[in-house]
């Protein structure tokens, strides 16, 4: 080892490092840009094997894609942002304070009154202070979601910058599939290169695969579960819906987070307890629905995960970073599981390790 | 006025890159330009110098090569009397691809070489995607592996 090639090295470290820095703030962009092209590449390929110029391919599914989002805002939009309007009227109606709408309403009137009585069969119990101040703790939060809305408003609109900035992403992207991984195999050194085309062709598949069962479960889930919930009679169905779908990305435990969601808003909207019964049995017969009908239809294999796995794997992520990475974490991990045991198949029978 | 137009068309956009070269190698003389384009977006260029171990006995097989200049060698611990030694325009690994999925001998640059690798997921891509085009090919294994039998044990099957 020189002195010329260390310091060159250091040097080339050096502009990877500053490269990383002044490119970080699009990391994300990309990421999702990675993502949406994942998730057509199947078709343009299709496409492209049927004869079409893969540019061309592209910019079809583009205008179809286009086209459904177009018929999406118009007939689904409009609903879900009065489905949204009405829950926030609620919230923030000003004629009743809310707390006293709160206690208003069926079910939590009732526990009013029967703790008001219990209060007054054993006086020194003060229960209803203590119920009082629960109230009036979720009222506050409850209060607090507009705001949150409001004060979000620049990473709101930089979102929808976000938006119209990943279709070109995604577009070079796609065009150039071919030769994007071509140039990174070519950087493997010969000793590696086929390992480094197996690892590659793994994770491709594996990423590919899981990310647009992911998308067909999510958008299946919240049609199924919008009728359904749509049929029992559950308000706002369309939002629970939607919330559902985006839930169900999380294994074993997403459905119940849903359900908890459309069980709080029965609770909330007033209708008969009941209800929560015939909805709960609604979700069941989705989640049956999905997971021995429609997943095995569109994934063909299950990810099979430990559910004490996926447990620890969600609270650990919700630590880390929120909402966001309680939904990402358990792709990664699975991810990153089945890369481990692909690089550790392959070390091995390459005599590596 | 209109030949002016075709040519600042042409100038706009140059006609593709057609891969011919690629016609040399027996398994894809039959193939169209178009399939050429489908077979080249697939292909790896690797670059060994003289002596370079290629891929060793035992190895899972995940590429087949295409010699495009040089030598390769090719021995077997297994049966030391076979030595195979391939030139430009030769393709080696695709028995292994049909036979099993290891190496069975051991391939060394002899010379500095450049090899086209083409990963068997992608060849067997090609030929599930683009039945016209996989036909072809298959066709002209057939061709190959037929030549070689006769040439190596002499026996009519």
């Not at chain 1, 583009?62 to 609620?90: C, D, H, M, S």
């Not at chain 1, 007054?120 to 202070?129: A, D, E, K, R």
């Not at chain 1, 359904?228 to 559902?244: D, K, M, N, Q, R």
């Not at chain 2, 995607?129 to 036909?135: A, D, E, K, V, Y």
Request: charged fraction near 15%; proline fraction near 5%; charge should be neutral.
């Amino acid at each position: 080892m020189n002195w010329n090639r260390i310091i060159f090295i250091l040097l080339l470290l050096t502009l990877i490092v500053l490269g990383i820095i002044f490119y970080s703030p699009i990391f994300i962009y990309l990421i999702i840009s990675i993502i949406v092209s994942y998730i057509f590449d199947p078709i343009v390929s299709w496409l492209e094997f049927k004869g079409m110029a893969r540019w061309i391919a592209i910019l079809c599914v583009y205008a179809v894609i286009a086209g459904l989002i177009a018929w999406l805002v118009i007939t689904y939009i409009p609903r879900l942002i009065e489905q949204g309007n009405q829950l926030i009227k609620f919230i923030s109606r000003t004629d009743v304070p809310l707390d006293q709408a709160i206690v208003q309403l069926p079910l939590v009137h009732s526990i009013y009154e029967f703790i008001l009585k219990v209060d007054q069969t054993i006086p020194q119990l003060n229960l209803l202070p203590q119920f009082n101040q629960l109230i009036e703790l979720g009222v506050q939060k409850l209060g607090e979601l507009p705001q949150i809305l409001l004060s979000n408003f620049q990473s709101i609109i930089s979102t929808v910058a976000l938006v119209f900035t990943i279709p070109f992403f995604s577009y070079f992207l796609l065009k150039d599939k071919r030769k994007i991984r071509q140039a990174l195999v070519s950087l493997a050194p010969n000793k590696y290169f086929e390992l480094t085309l197996i690892l590659f062709n793994k994770v491709d598949e594996n990423i590919g695969t899981y990310l647009r069962a992911i998308l067909l479960e999510m958008i299946n889930v919240g049609i199924l579960s919008t009728i359904a919930l749509t049929i029992v009679g559950v308000p706002y169905s369309i939002v629970i819906g939607a919330i559902a779908g985006l839930l169900n990305i999380i294994p074993y435990l997403g459905p119940w987070i849903g359900g908890f969601v459309a069980g709080f808003v029965i609770l909330v909207s007033g209708l008969p307890p009941i209800m929560i019964v015939w909805m709960a049995m609604a979700i069941l017969i989705v989640q049956f629905l999905d997971n021995y009908i429609f997943y095995p239809l569109i994934v063909g294999r299950t990810i099979r995960m430990h559910p004490l796995v996926v447990l620890m794997t969600v609270i650990a992520g919700s630590y880390f970073g929120g909402v966001i990475w309680m939904l990402i974490s358990v792709p990664l991990v699975y991810m990153t599981y089945s890369l481990i045991m692909a690089l550790h198949k392959n070390l091995k029978e390459f005599r590596i390790i | 006025m209109a030949n002016s137009f075709v040519v600042f068309i042409k100038k706009i956009f140059p006609p593709k890159e057609v891969h011919t070269e690629l016609k040399k190698y027996q398994i894809f003389k039959t193939l169209n330009d178009k399939e050429l384009q489908f077979v080249y977006n697939c292909l790896h260029r690797r670059e060994f110098e003289a002596e370079e171990i290629i891929f060793e006995e035992g190895f899972p097989l995940e590429v087949i090569y295409f010699i495009e200049s040089g030598e390769v060698e090719l021995t077997s611990k297994k049966e030391p009397k076979t030595k195979l030694i391939l030139k430009e325009n030769d393709v080696f690994g695709l028995i292994d691809l049909f036979s099993g999925q290891k190496r069975r001998m051991t391939a060394k640059a002899l010379s500095d070489t450049t090899l086209l690798a083409i990963a068997d997921s992608d060849f067997e891509e090609l030929i599930n995607r683009q039945p016209s085009l996989g036909t072809k090919i298959l066709w002209s294994c057939c061709q190959l592996m037929a030549k070689t039998i006769q040439e190596k044990n002499q026996v009519y099957n």
